[in-house]
């Protein structure tokens, strides 16, 4: 009899439970079982049951006839001259992902997705233009940290030290798709990276970035707990309605009001607002005081981003005076303002670019 294995990597330790019960005998063995795969799993990087060697002989051959530990496929890694790796990852039912590594002095952030594609077109974003195709499930989510930590040789440090400086320090949930449109899986996910006995990444290392579904917005905070950034990119609600369309639905001043009353909002767990600096759109002296203006009262970082230009987009980035005196009108308010280096400009950096770039190689080799 052909058996369908179940994959157990990404998997919260309830549903690992479940999945247990039948070959357990009591409900302790369970927990113990359980406890000693998220160990193997998360803190080990562990791909071969044969190898978790306190778990007895018979066990283990449960757990390989029964259960698999993959993770998601690497199909391509771009590698910048600035460090920067750009995966675009091979879900189980063959659709792509894009997940970016940018290694910095003191640390290094990884960049994951949280849908195949995205139902919210920004004009301004590539991503937006390829349409929705799914949601991501919550271990589809972890996998994106697991197939790192194998690329980047992290459980060798991990095992090591638990203190040791590691590779992926902080996440961003800054990739191809709207986090808060997919807000239970995102959460499933979080918690397993969240736990001190799982991928163990402290709540304030996490990021995660939302458009502005503002119904949802309150939950990151009481639910998750992680940091929270807000794609802001404009100051009035005319010129926002274009670049976030979203903004239809809920308006600057709705967006704010539910920032104000962010629960867990302090001087140490600000809210970053991100702007993406589009010329002659959105980065005049004026809008920089208004910025400041509609923010005030808000704990926040600004995050000024240089558009990144993609094939087909009629937008251009804004001159290096521009975004200067933008952050200086900002800066001169209070706020810290950095500019994010361009990463990765090498590597088609606009983010859903690869995803896309791939699918058109893959529809002109069909038709050879
Ligand atoms: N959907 C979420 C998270 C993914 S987008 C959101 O919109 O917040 C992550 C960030 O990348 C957002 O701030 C988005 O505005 C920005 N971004 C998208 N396309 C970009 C481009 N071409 N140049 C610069 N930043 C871009
Ligand atoms: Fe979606 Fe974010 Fe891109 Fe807007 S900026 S289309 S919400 S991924």
Redo the contacts with the bound molecule.
């Keep these: 009899m052909n058996i369908q294995k179940i994959n157990l990597v990404g998997l919260d330790k309830e549903t690992m439970s479940k999945l247990l019960q039948p070959f357990c005998e009591n409900g302790q063995v369970i927990k113990m079982r359980v406890s000693q795969l998220w160990d193997w799993i998360y803190t080990k990087g562990e791909t071969d049951f044969n190898k978790m060697t306190n778990i007895s002989k018979n066990f283990r051959n449960i757990l390989v006839n029964n259960f698999l530990l993959n993770r998601l496929k690497i199909r391509k890694k771009l590698i910048s001259e600035d460090g920067t790796k750009k995966y675009l990852l091979a879900l189980d039912d063959g659709n792509l992902i894009e997940t970016v590594f940018i290694p910095e002095k003191d640390r290094g952030t990884l960049c994951i997705s ?1 849908q195949v594609g ?1 139902t ?1 077109n ?1 004009s ?4 937006g233009t390829q349409g929705l195709v799914r949601n991501l499930s919550g271990p589809e989510i972890v996998q994106q940290i697991m197939i790192l930590r194998d690329d980047l040789q992290e459980w060798e440090k991990i095992r090591e030290s638990k203190n040791k400086r590691r590779s992926i320090s902080n996440i961003v ?7 808060l449109y997919n807000f239970d899986e995102i959460k499933k996910g979080l918690m397993i990276i969240m736990d001190e006995t799982g991928i163990s990444i402290s709540r304030k290392k996490i990021t995660l ?3 502005g579904v503002v119904p949802k917005i309150g939950l990151v905070g009481k639910e998750i707990g992680c940091l929270l ?3 802001f ?1 404009a100051t009035t609600d005319e010129v926002r309605n274009q670049l ?1 369309p979203l903004n239809k639905k809920w308006n600057i001043d709705c967006l704010l009001n539910a920032l104000r009353s962010y629960p867990g909002l302090s001087n140490s767990e600000r809210i970053t607002f ?1 702007y ?1 600096m589009i010329d002659n759109v959105n980065d005049t002296e004026e809008d920089a005081r208004r910025l400041v203006k509609l923010i005030s009262g808000i704990p926040s970082k600004i995050n000024l ?6 094939p087909g ?1 009629h937008y251009k980035t804004s001159g290096f005076d521009r975004i200067n005196s933008f952050a200086e009108i900002i800066k001169s308010a209070g706020y810290s303002s950095p500019v994010r280096t361009p990463r990765g400009k090498d590597i088609l950096a ?2 859903g670019q690869l995803r896309s770039d791939s699918k058109k190689i893959k529809k002109s080799q069909r038709n050879v």
């Excluded at 301004?124 to 991503?127: D, E």
């Design positions: 949280s995205c919210l920004c301004f974003c590539f991503t949930l800054m990739g191809m798709g709207e986090p970035s939302t458009s950034a807000i794609s990119h976030v991100e993406v981003i240089p558009f990144n230009p993609w987009s606009a983010c």
